[in-house]
T-cell receptor, first 113, second 112 residues
């Protein structure tokens, strides 16, 4: 399985933009990049995913490097409610319904006033 | 509303007892997953299932067992053979191909 590498922790001030990096140098051509976040004592929730082009949704933006070996999750204006652990994982588009989906340790984002 | 229900939220057991954690989904998803999370750690895959009556071991299956008799249900049994069962257990399901994972809110198991 292709692996991802993320910083253990990051800090941000409230209402500032946050850029969360993820390295995936062994990504294959059919791997999608998915991001999830986990609030304390809850299950992770889906944030965004992409393949090659940059993606935007109501929660965040995903910027994917041209060589696809890295990506960045962008929170445009961090709030205290964005304090969570953010996970970047790779998903093969052609392995059918179920595949062995593994998570790393993610990046713990702290947001301060 | 569709979703995944894990019950109970908190579970306490004595060492040496088997315990079964419930996971039910009404999303009509074929794939279901069980993860374990220890304090300050990421998620580790225990078992996953693609369809009814089929499941595969994940990275840390020893001491655990599962069944998938119905599409909606994927219970996890933590057996007495699991040496460190105290953890936060998360169940997830997924639709076809590239659809996102949907997680339940977890069961926190404490074994003393």
């Amino acid at each position: 399985d292709a692996k991802t590498t993320q910083p253990n922790s990051m800090e941000s001030n409230e209402e500032e933009p946050v850029h969360l990096p993820c390295n995936h140098s062994t990504i294959s051509g059919t791997d999608y990049i998915h991001w999830y976040r986990q609030l304390p004592s809850q299950g992770p929730e889906y944030v965004i995913h992409g393949l090659t082009s940059n993606v935007n949704n109501r929660m965040a933006s995903l910027a994917i490097a041209e060589d696809r070996k890295s990506s960045t999750l962008i929170l445009h204006r961090a709030t205290l409610r964005d304090a969570a652990v953010y996970y970047c994982i790779l998903r093969d588009a052609y392995t059918g319904t179920a595949s062995k989906l593994t998570f790393g340790t993610g990046t713990r984002l702290q947001v301060t006033l | 509303d569709g979703g995944i229900t894990q019950s109970p939220k908190y579970l306490f057991r004595k060492e040496g007892q088997n315990v079964t954690l419930s996971c039910e989904q009404n999303l009509n998803h074929d794939a279901m997953y069980w993860y374990r999370q220890d304090p300050g750690q990421g998620l580790r895959l225990i078992y996953y299932s693609q369809i009814v009556n089929d499941f595969q071991k994940g990275d840390i299956a020893e001491g655990y067992s599962v069944s998938r008799e119905k599409k909606e249900s994927f219970p996890l049994t933590v057996t007495s053979a699991q040496k460190n069962p105290t953890a936060f257990y998360l169940c997830a399901s997924k639709g076809v191909y590239n659809s996102p994972l949907h997680f339940g809110n977890g069961t926190r198991l404490t074994v003393t």
